[in-house]
């Protein structure tokens, strides 16, 4: 069972802050709607699955 509560770390917190602005300047200069951090998780999350593979115990991206 997943938390619904997800705890990131100083980095983790910096780079999606990165992300989110860089994500969001992009929808704004293509006249789309901002996102909130949160459902940048989310959608990270869904593209990270469909590119994730299970080696030996590791996760490996395809």
């Known amino acids: ?3 619904a ?8 917190e910096e780079l999606l802050a990165k992300m ?4 969001n300047t992009s929808r704004i200069e293509n006249n789309l709607s901002v996102m909130k951090e949160s ?16 080696v030996k115990g590791e996760i490996v991206i395809k």
């Open 39 to 54: 459902e940048i998780m989310h959608e990270i999350i869904k593209v990270a699955s469909k590119k994730i593979e299970i």
């Open 5 to 12: 509560y997800l705890r990131i770390n100083k980095f983790e």
């Open 20 to 23: 989110s602005k860089e994500l």
């Open 1 to 3: 069972m997943s938390s």
